[in-house]
């Protein structure tokens, strides 16, 4: 079974700080992984789609990583904004031993940005 | 375009009642399926479904059913509501997961069984 961790759970940074979210994951026979984004009682909007063959993706001030070997990815986010504020989930699809239609989430990054 | 439409937003059932959420996608999208998220739980797969005719279950499917009669809708049902189905549920679709295309999702029905 596909297993999705996100570290860590809750984070409190100051406007303009740059910072990592990680997310690992325990079957690394992915063909990809998406990175989302969820305001509070809406639903998830996707923030980048990193292939297996891809190392980095980016988008604006998000950068996303992908080490299969290692099981992790990253999701770096420049000069934070108060507007960046909202949960960020990480998805993986199962490999070869879960099943590729699977898709499994992380619990989320609860991201607050301090004006 | 409308992408990913639930309806409805909210709900509220009496254990027992059934109940169907609707979920249509004008995309064109094969890949359809249903998660529910708890606090603490992030969301969790309920079915899902590669194109119409075919379904499968995900992680959580006891007390839910699934049917894929057309491309374009996916509707989950719940046949006799429990008070652990209190969530909130979304649906998702994409072109093929296997196909490096991203997931798109609706915005979500906030379900309450008292």
């Known amino acids: 079974k596909q297993e999705v961790t996100q570290i860590p759970a809750a984070l409190s940074v100051p406007e303009g700080e740059n910072l990592v979210l990680n997310c690992s994951f325990t079957d690394s026979a992915i063909y990809n992984l998406q990175w989302f984004r969820q305001d509070p009682g809406k639903g998830l909007t996707s923030l980048l789609l990193?292939?297996?063959?891809?190392r980095e993706q980016t988008s604006g001030r998000l950068n996303a990583s992908l080490d299969k070997s290692s099981g992790r990815s990253t999701l770096y986010i420049a000069a934070s904004q108060p507007g960046d504020s909202a949960t960020y989930l990480c998805a993986a699809p199962g490999g070869r031993l879960t099943g590729y239609q699977k898709v499994t989430f992380g619990t989320g990054t609860k991201l607050q940005v301090i004006p | 375009n409308a992408g990913v439409t639930q309806t409805p937003k909210f709900q509220v059932l009496k254990t027992g009642q059934s109940m169907t959420l609707q979920c249509a996608q004008d995309m064109n999208h094969e890949y359809m399926s249903w998660y529910r998220q708890d606090p603490g739980m992030g969301l969790r797969l309920i079915h899902y479904s590669v194109g119409a005719g075919i379904t499968d279950q995900g992680e959580v499917p006891n007390g839910y059913n699934v049917s894929r009669s057309t491309t374009e809708d996916f509707p989950l049902r719940l046949l006799s509501a429990a008070p652990s189905q209190t969530s909130v549920y979304f649906c998702a679709s994409s072109y093929d997961p296997l196909r490096n295309t991203e997931a798109f999702f609706g915005q979500g029905t906030r379900l309450t069984v008292v």
């Open positions: 990193i292939q297996s063959s891809q």
